[in-house]
Protein backbone atom coordinates (compact mmCIF):
# COMPACT_ATOMS: atom_id res chain seq x y z
CA UNK A 1 0.00 0.00 0.00
CA UNK A 2 1.36 3.40 -0.63
CA UNK A 3 1.75 5.69 2.47
CA UNK A 4 -1.14 7.65 2.79
CA UNK A 5 1.63 10.83 4.38
CA UNK A 6 2.35 13.25 1.99
CA UNK A 7 5.34 13.41 0.37
CA UNK A 8 8.44 15.01 2.33
CA UNK A 9 9.34 16.59 -0.67
CA UNK A 10 8.41 19.85 -2.99
CA UNK A 11 10.34 19.33 -6.03
CA UNK A 12 11.66 16.13 -7.50
CA UNK A 13 15.41 17.42 -7.40
CA UNK A 14 17.32 16.41 -4.38
CA UNK A 15 21.17 17.22 -3.42
CA UNK A 16 21.94 13.96 -4.97
CA UNK A 17 19.70 14.27 -8.55
CA UNK A 18 21.80 17.95 -8.26
CA UNK A 19 25.23 16.34 -8.08
CA UNK A 20 24.46 14.03 -10.65
CA UNK A 21 22.99 16.45 -12.90
CA UNK A 22 26.37 18.12 -12.84
CA UNK A 23 28.53 15.50 -13.34
CA UNK A 24 26.17 14.73 -16.28
CA UNK A 25 27.10 18.08 -17.74
CA UNK A 26 30.52 18.07 -17.71
CA UNK A 27 30.62 14.12 -19.11
CA UNK A 28 28.22 15.01 -21.80
CA UNK A 29 30.30 18.17 -23.14
CA UNK A 30 33.16 16.67 -23.30
CA UNK A 31 31.92 13.71 -25.04
CA UNK A 32 30.29 15.93 -27.60
CA UNK A 33 34.10 17.88 -27.57
CA UNK A 34 35.74 15.17 -27.88
CA UNK A 35 33.67 13.44 -30.55
CA UNK A 36 33.13 16.34 -32.84
CA UNK A 37 36.81 18.13 -32.46
CA UNK A 38 39.45 15.90 -31.07
CA UNK A 39 38.46 12.12 -32.11
CA UNK A 40 39.78 11.06 -35.80
CA UNK A 41 37.87 10.14 -38.90
CA UNK A 42 37.88 6.42 -39.74
CA UNK A 43 40.03 5.06 -42.70
CA UNK A 44 37.03 3.52 -44.21
CA UNK A 45 34.21 5.07 -42.45
CA UNK A 46 35.38 8.46 -42.56
CA UNK A 47 33.62 11.22 -40.75
CA UNK A 48 30.31 9.31 -40.13
CA UNK A 49 32.45 6.91 -37.30
CA UNK A 50 31.59 10.05 -35.34
CA UNK A 51 27.66 8.86 -34.83
CA UNK A 52 29.18 5.80 -32.96
CA UNK A 53 29.77 7.75 -29.69
CA UNK A 54 25.77 8.48 -29.75
CA UNK A 55 24.23 5.27 -30.93
CA UNK A 56 26.43 2.58 -29.50
CA UNK A 57 25.71 4.21 -25.64
CA UNK A 58 22.24 4.54 -26.32
CA UNK A 59 22.16 1.10 -27.41
CA UNK A 60 24.08 0.18 -24.05
CA UNK A 61 21.81 2.38 -21.47
CA UNK A 62 18.53 1.00 -23.19
CA UNK A 63 19.64 -2.74 -22.83
CA UNK A 64 20.75 -1.57 -19.02
CA UNK A 65 17.24 0.21 -18.29
CA UNK A 66 15.49 -2.55 -19.49
CA UNK A 67 17.77 -5.05 -16.97
CA UNK A 68 16.87 -2.43 -14.14
CA UNK A 69 13.23 -3.01 -15.11
CA UNK A 70 13.34 -6.71 -14.84
CA UNK A 71 15.48 -6.61 -11.48
CA UNK A 72 13.37 -4.29 -10.02
CA UNK A 73 10.05 -5.96 -11.03
CA UNK A 74 11.68 -9.39 -10.14
CA UNK A 75 12.45 -7.76 -6.40
CA UNK A 76 8.16 -6.40 -6.93
CA UNK A 77 7.43 -10.10 -7.44
CA UNK A 78 9.51 -12.10 -5.40
CA UNK A 79 10.32 -10.15 -2.45
CA UNK A 80 8.34 -10.46 0.93
CA UNK A 81 7.28 -6.66 1.00
CA UNK A 82 5.70 -5.73 -2.55
CA UNK A 83 7.36 -2.30 -2.34
CA UNK A 84 5.79 -0.34 -5.18
CA UNK A 85 8.79 1.71 -5.05
CA UNK A 86 10.49 -0.70 -7.39
CA UNK A 87 7.72 -0.98 -9.59
CA UNK A 88 8.05 2.91 -10.16
CA UNK A 89 12.04 2.51 -10.96
CA UNK A 90 10.78 -0.30 -13.41
CA UNK A 91 8.23 2.01 -15.03
CA UNK A 92 10.80 5.06 -15.19
CA UNK A 93 13.40 2.50 -16.16
CA UNK A 94 11.48 1.08 -18.99
CA UNK A 95 10.50 5.14 -19.90
CA UNK A 96 13.67 6.26 -19.95
CA UNK A 97 14.92 2.55 -21.96
CA UNK A 98 12.32 3.15 -25.09
CA UNK A 99 13.82 6.77 -25.27
CA UNK A 100 16.99 5.36 -25.54
CA UNK A 101 16.03 2.85 -28.22
CA UNK A 102 14.79 5.28 -30.26
CA UNK A 103 17.63 7.12 -30.30
CA UNK A 104 19.51 3.76 -31.23
CA UNK A 105 17.53 3.17 -34.16
CA UNK A 106 17.38 6.95 -35.54
CA UNK A 107 21.07 7.21 -35.20
CA UNK A 108 21.38 3.58 -36.65
CA UNK A 109 19.41 4.36 -39.41
CA UNK A 110 21.28 7.92 -40.36
CA UNK A 111 25.01 5.57 -40.05
CA UNK A 112 23.57 3.30 -42.20
CA UNK A 113 22.59 5.85 -44.76
CA UNK A 114 25.65 6.71 -44.99
CA UNK A 115 27.93 3.24 -44.96
CA UNK A 116 25.35 0.73 -46.02
CA UNK A 117 23.63 3.12 -48.48
CA UNK A 118 20.48 2.14 -46.61
CA UNK A 119 18.17 3.67 -44.04
CA UNK A 120 16.57 0.57 -43.25
CA UNK A 121 17.05 -3.17 -44.22
CA UNK A 122 14.90 -6.09 -42.04
CA UNK A 123 18.31 -7.82 -41.00
CA UNK A 124 18.39 -9.70 -37.95
CA UNK A 125 19.81 -6.92 -35.68
CA UNK A 126 17.55 -4.33 -36.64
CA UNK A 127 14.71 -6.50 -36.66
CA UNK A 128 15.21 -7.82 -33.54
CA UNK A 129 16.11 -4.27 -32.02
CA UNK A 130 12.16 -3.48 -33.65
CA UNK A 131 10.59 -5.87 -32.28
CA UNK A 132 12.48 -5.10 -28.39
CA UNK A 133 11.22 -1.93 -29.05
CA UNK A 134 7.38 -2.49 -29.92
CA UNK A 135 7.56 -5.36 -26.84
CA UNK A 136 8.89 -2.20 -24.24
CA UNK A 137 6.29 0.10 -25.99
CA UNK A 138 3.54 -2.69 -25.18
CA UNK A 139 4.76 -3.19 -21.56
CA UNK A 140 4.31 0.68 -21.00
CA UNK A 141 0.73 0.47 -22.11
CA UNK A 142 -0.12 -2.75 -20.33
CA UNK A 143 0.85 0.17 -17.14
CA UNK A 144 -1.48 2.29 -18.09
CA UNK A 145 -4.44 -0.11 -18.26
CA UNK A 146 -7.27 0.51 -16.00
CA UNK A 147 -6.83 -1.31 -12.03
CA UNK A 148 -5.28 -0.72 -9.14
CA UNK A 149 -1.64 0.16 -8.34
CA UNK A 150 -0.91 -3.20 -7.54
CA UNK A 151 -2.85 -5.08 -10.54
CA UNK A 152 -0.31 -2.86 -12.79
CA UNK A 153 2.95 -3.67 -10.43
CA UNK A 154 2.12 -7.32 -10.81
CA UNK A 155 1.02 -7.70 -14.31
CA UNK A 156 3.64 -5.48 -15.94
CA UNK A 157 6.28 -6.81 -13.46
CA UNK A 158 5.47 -10.15 -15.30
CA UNK A 159 6.02 -8.63 -18.76
CA UNK A 160 9.27 -7.10 -17.87
CA UNK A 161 10.68 -10.28 -16.80
CA UNK A 162 9.49 -11.89 -20.23
CA UNK A 163 10.77 -9.03 -22.64
CA UNK A 164 14.26 -8.71 -21.16
CA UNK A 165 14.42 -12.37 -22.55
CA UNK A 166 14.72 -10.32 -25.58
CA UNK A 167 18.13 -8.66 -24.62
CA UNK A 168 20.32 -11.54 -25.83
CA UNK A 169 18.53 -12.29 -28.93
CA UNK A 170 19.16 -8.68 -29.69
CA UNK A 171 22.85 -8.91 -29.02
CA UNK A 172 23.77 -12.25 -30.19
CA UNK A 173 21.86 -11.90 -33.41
CA UNK A 174 25.00 -11.05 -35.36
CA UNK A 175 26.81 -13.63 -34.09
CA UNK A 176 23.35 -16.18 -34.63
CA UNK A 177 22.62 -14.90 -37.80
CA UNK A 178 24.07 -12.99 -40.75
CA UNK A 179 23.25 -9.60 -40.39
CA UNK A 180 24.29 -6.54 -42.37
CA UNK A 181 25.34 -5.30 -39.04
CA UNK A 182 28.64 -5.44 -37.20
CA UNK A 183 30.02 -7.47 -35.21
CA UNK A 184 30.48 -5.96 -31.52
CA UNK A 185 33.67 -4.06 -31.16
CA UNK A 186 33.93 -3.92 -27.45
CA UNK A 187 32.10 -6.71 -26.28
CA UNK A 188 33.82 -8.98 -28.90
CA UNK A 189 33.45 -12.55 -27.55
CA UNK A 190 37.37 -13.03 -28.76
CA UNK A 191 38.62 -10.02 -26.68
CA UNK A 192 40.03 -8.33 -29.20
CA UNK A 193 38.93 -4.24 -29.28
CA UNK A 194 40.10 -3.18 -32.64
CA UNK A 195 39.90 0.22 -32.10
CA UNK A 196 42.08 3.89 -32.30
CA UNK A 197 42.65 4.56 -28.63
CA UNK A 198 40.41 8.24 -28.50
CA UNK A 199 37.81 6.54 -30.11
CA UNK A 200 37.97 4.11 -27.22
CA UNK A 201 38.37 6.62 -24.97
CA UNK A 202 35.24 8.79 -25.92
CA UNK A 203 32.97 5.76 -26.47
CA UNK A 204 33.03 4.73 -22.99
CA UNK A 205 33.18 8.63 -21.68
CA UNK A 206 30.16 8.56 -23.69
CA UNK A 207 28.98 5.55 -21.64
CA UNK A 208 29.48 6.70 -18.74
CA UNK A 209 27.56 10.11 -19.65
CA UNK A 210 24.41 8.42 -21.24
CA UNK A 211 24.25 6.47 -17.68
CA UNK A 212 24.52 9.52 -15.56
CA UNK A 213 21.69 10.60 -17.88
CA UNK A 214 19.74 7.74 -17.56
CA UNK A 215 20.61 7.77 -13.29
CA UNK A 216 19.06 11.36 -13.43
CA UNK A 217 15.85 10.27 -15.66
CA UNK A 218 14.91 7.84 -13.61
CA UNK A 219 15.30 9.34 -10.33
CA UNK A 220 13.19 12.32 -11.27
CA UNK A 221 10.75 9.88 -13.27
CA UNK A 222 10.05 7.57 -10.31
CA UNK A 223 9.77 10.63 -7.56
CA UNK A 224 6.87 12.03 -10.06
CA UNK A 225 5.28 8.38 -10.31
CA UNK A 226 5.15 8.35 -6.74
CA UNK A 227 3.59 12.02 -6.55
CA UNK A 228 1.25 10.64 -9.34
CA UNK A 229 0.08 7.60 -7.92
CA UNK A 230 -0.35 9.41 -4.56
CA UNK A 231 -2.56 12.31 -5.94
CA UNK A 232 -4.73 8.87 -7.57
CA UNK A 233 -5.03 6.94 -3.88
CA UNK A 234 -5.95 10.41 -1.74
CA UNK A 235 -8.64 10.86 -5.06
CA UNK A 236 -9.89 7.56 -4.29
CA UNK A 237 -9.74 7.92 -0.33
CA UNK A 238 -11.88 11.11 -0.66
CA UNK A 239 -14.59 9.16 -2.86
CA UNK A 240 -14.67 6.10 -0.42
CA UNK A 241 -14.80 8.69 2.36
CA UNK A 242 -18.14 10.64 0.78
CA UNK A 243 -19.34 6.91 0.01
CA UNK A 244 -19.14 6.48 3.80
CA UNK A 245 -20.23 10.14 4.94
CA UNK A 246 -23.55 9.60 2.70
CA UNK A 247 -24.20 5.55 4.78
CA UNK A 248 -23.92 7.75 7.90
CA UNK A 249 -26.12 10.60 6.91
CA UNK A 250 -28.49 8.05 5.43
CA UNK B 1 -18.07 -10.76 8.60
CA UNK B 2 -14.29 -11.10 10.20
CA UNK B 3 -12.29 -9.16 8.49
CA UNK B 4 -9.39 -10.13 10.74
CA UNK B 5 -5.93 -11.01 8.87
CA UNK B 6 -5.42 -14.81 9.71
CA UNK B 7 -2.54 -16.00 11.66
CA UNK B 8 0.86 -16.14 9.51
CA UNK B 9 0.87 -20.26 9.66
CA UNK B 10 -2.65 -21.02 8.45
CA UNK B 11 -2.17 -18.22 5.87
CA UNK B 12 -1.74 -20.66 2.41
CA UNK B 13 1.97 -20.52 0.91
CA UNK B 14 2.14 -19.72 -2.26
CA UNK B 15 4.82 -21.40 -4.54
CA UNK B 16 6.83 -18.81 -5.62
CA UNK B 17 9.20 -21.52 -8.10
CA UNK B 18 6.67 -22.15 -10.40
CA UNK B 19 7.52 -18.63 -12.27
CA UNK B 20 11.23 -19.22 -12.22
CA UNK B 21 10.61 -22.80 -13.91
CA UNK B 22 8.10 -21.48 -15.97
CA UNK B 23 10.75 -18.96 -16.94
CA UNK B 24 13.85 -21.17 -17.22
CA UNK B 25 11.91 -23.35 -19.92
CA UNK B 26 11.12 -20.26 -22.01
CA UNK B 27 14.27 -19.33 -21.75
CA UNK B 28 15.64 -22.86 -22.98
CA UNK B 29 13.38 -23.02 -25.72
CA UNK B 30 14.04 -19.27 -27.00
CA UNK B 31 17.52 -20.83 -27.34
CA UNK B 32 17.17 -24.07 -28.86
CA UNK B 33 14.40 -22.05 -31.61
CA UNK B 34 16.92 -19.28 -32.38
CA UNK B 35 20.27 -21.82 -32.30
CA UNK B 36 18.78 -24.47 -33.80
CA UNK B 37 15.59 -23.69 -36.25
CA UNK B 38 15.63 -20.39 -37.54
CA UNK B 39 19.62 -19.95 -38.99
CA UNK B 40 18.38 -21.46 -42.02
CA UNK B 41 15.38 -18.92 -42.12
CA UNK B 42 16.41 -15.46 -40.97
CA UNK B 43 20.44 -15.15 -42.45
CA UNK B 44 20.06 -12.04 -44.53
CA UNK B 45 22.80 -13.14 -47.72
CA UNK B 46 25.10 -16.48 -48.81
CA UNK B 47 28.41 -15.83 -48.91
CA UNK B 48 29.96 -16.19 -52.59
CA UNK B 49 31.19 -20.12 -51.89
CA UNK B 50 27.37 -20.89 -51.11
CA UNK B 51 25.74 -19.77 -54.24
CA UNK B 52 24.22 -22.26 -55.76
CA UNK B 53 24.96 -24.84 -53.40
CA UNK B 54 23.60 -24.01 -50.33
CA UNK B 55 19.82 -24.13 -49.73
CA UNK B 56 18.05 -20.70 -50.22
CA UNK B 57 21.11 -19.45 -52.31
CA UNK B 58 19.51 -21.19 -55.65
CA UNK B 59 20.89 -19.68 -59.00
CA UNK B 60 17.42 -19.06 -60.32
CA UNK B 61 16.38 -16.57 -57.52
CA UNK B 62 17.05 -13.23 -56.83
CA UNK B 63 20.18 -13.34 -54.14
CA UNK B 64 22.13 -10.88 -51.64
CA UNK B 65 25.92 -12.19 -51.91
CA UNK B 66 28.36 -11.41 -49.32
CA UNK B 67 31.90 -11.01 -50.13
CA UNK B 68 34.71 -8.98 -50.21
CA UNK B 69 35.46 -6.53 -53.14
CA UNK B 70 38.85 -7.90 -54.79
CA UNK B 71 41.60 -5.38 -54.88
CA UNK B 72 43.11 -4.54 -58.62
CA UNK B 73 39.04 -5.58 -59.36
CA UNK B 74 36.88 -2.59 -59.90
CA UNK B 75 36.76 -0.72 -63.25
CA UNK B 76 34.15 2.22 -64.06
CA UNK B 77 32.70 2.33 -67.35
CA UNK B 78 29.47 4.08 -68.74
CA UNK B 79 27.66 4.67 -65.54
CA UNK B 80 28.59 0.53 -64.74
CA UNK B 81 30.70 -0.69 -62.09
CA UNK B 82 32.42 -3.64 -62.66
CA UNK B 83 34.15 -5.89 -59.60
CA UNK B 84 35.06 -8.96 -58.56
CA UNK B 85 33.54 -10.79 -54.81
CA UNK B 86 35.68 -12.98 -53.00
CA UNK B 87 34.70 -15.10 -50.15
CA UNK B 88 36.56 -18.67 -48.92
CA UNK B 89 38.88 -19.16 -52.04
CA UNK B 90 35.35 -18.59 -54.41
CA UNK B 91 34.98 -15.37 -56.51
CA UNK B 92 32.20 -13.95 -58.45
CA UNK B 93 32.00 -11.40 -61.23
CA UNK B 94 29.62 -8.32 -60.46
CA UNK B 95 28.57 -5.97 -62.27
CA UNK B 96 26.31 -3.16 -60.97
CA UNK B 97 24.74 -0.11 -62.68
CA UNK B 98 25.66 3.16 -61.33
CA UNK B 99 27.81 4.44 -59.11
CA UNK B 100 28.06 2.47 -55.58
CA UNK B 101 29.04 6.15 -53.58
CA UNK B 102 29.33 6.20 -49.85
CA UNK B 103 32.30 4.31 -48.27
CA UNK B 104 32.41 1.42 -51.45
CA UNK B 105 35.86 0.40 -52.06
CA UNK B 106 38.26 -2.56 -52.72
CA UNK B 107 39.25 -4.66 -50.07
CA UNK B 108 35.27 -3.81 -48.16
CA UNK B 109 32.76 -6.31 -47.44
CA UNK B 110 29.79 -5.74 -49.07
CA UNK B 111 26.18 -7.57 -50.07
CA UNK B 112 25.34 -7.51 -53.28
CA UNK B 113 21.66 -7.54 -54.66
CA UNK B 114 20.83 -8.95 -57.51
CA UNK B 115 20.32 -12.13 -60.03
CA UNK B 116 22.62 -14.42 -62.28
CA UNK B 117 23.14 -13.96 -65.75
CA UNK B 118 25.36 -16.42 -67.26
CA UNK B 119 27.86 -16.66 -64.18
CA UNK B 120 27.62 -12.98 -63.86
CA UNK B 121 25.50 -11.18 -60.61
CA UNK B 122 23.54 -8.22 -62.14
CA UNK B 123 23.38 -5.86 -59.27
CA UNK B 124 20.94 -3.34 -58.93
CA UNK B 125 21.41 -2.54 -55.04
CA UNK B 126 25.10 -2.68 -53.00
CA UNK B 127 25.06 -2.37 -49.38
CA UNK B 128 28.47 -1.90 -47.64
CA UNK B 129 28.76 -3.97 -44.80
CA UNK B 130 31.68 -2.42 -42.60
CA UNK B 131 33.87 -3.89 -40.09
CA UNK B 132 33.57 -3.75 -36.36
CA UNK B 133 37.26 -1.98 -36.39
CA UNK B 134 37.74 1.35 -36.32
CA UNK B 135 41.64 3.04 -37.26
CA UNK B 136 42.31 6.51 -37.69
CA UNK B 137 42.75 8.17 -40.83
CA UNK B 138 45.52 9.80 -40.58
CA UNK B 139 46.02 12.82 -42.75
CA UNK B 140 49.73 12.55 -43.97
CA UNK B 141 48.66 8.50 -44.69
CA UNK B 142 45.67 9.82 -46.92
CA UNK B 143 46.95 7.59 -50.07
CA UNK B 144 47.03 4.69 -47.95
CA UNK B 145 43.56 4.58 -46.82
CA UNK B 146 42.65 2.00 -49.46
CA UNK B 147 45.80 -0.26 -48.65
CA UNK B 148 44.64 0.11 -45.01
CA UNK B 149 40.95 -0.97 -45.32
CA UNK B 150 42.28 -4.42 -47.46
CA UNK B 151 44.27 -5.15 -44.64
CA UNK B 152 41.54 -5.09 -42.70
CA UNK B 153 39.41 -6.87 -44.35
CA UNK B 154 41.91 -9.05 -44.77
CA UNK B 155 43.23 -9.12 -41.07
Same mark, same amino acid.
Given at each position: ??????????????????????????? *??????????????????????????????? /?????????????????????????? #?????? #???????????????????????????????????????????????????????? #??????????????? %????????????????????????????????????? *?????????? #???????? %???????? *????? %???????????? /????????? | ? !????????? @?????????????????????????????? @?? !??? $???????????????????????? =????? @??????????????? +????? +???????????? $????????????? +?? =????? =???????????? +??????????? $??????
Amino acid at each position: MLSQSAPKFSSTGTQATRIVGVLTIVV *MTWVVISGLVFTPADVVQGESVRIMYVHVPS /AWIAYLAFIVTAITSAFYIFAKRHSL #GFDRVA #GASAEVGVMFMVITLVTGSLWGRLTWGEFWQWDPRLTTTAFLLVTYIGYLAVRRLD #GSIEQRARRSAVIAL %LAVLEIPLVHFSVVFWRSLHQRATILDPNGDVKMDGL *MLFTLFSGVV #GFTLVFVW %LILHRQRT *MLLSD %LANQSGLDAAIL /ARQNENVSN | M !DLTPRPESQ @APKRRRWMPIIILSLVGVGGVVIVTQFLSS @AI !DYY $CNVDEVGVRSGCDTTNRLRVQGTV =EQGSL @AKLNNTTNFTLVFNG +KSLDV +KYSGDPGGVFQE $CVSVVAHGRLVNG +KL =ESNRI =EVKHSNEYEAKN +KDRLEESGSAA $CSQVQG
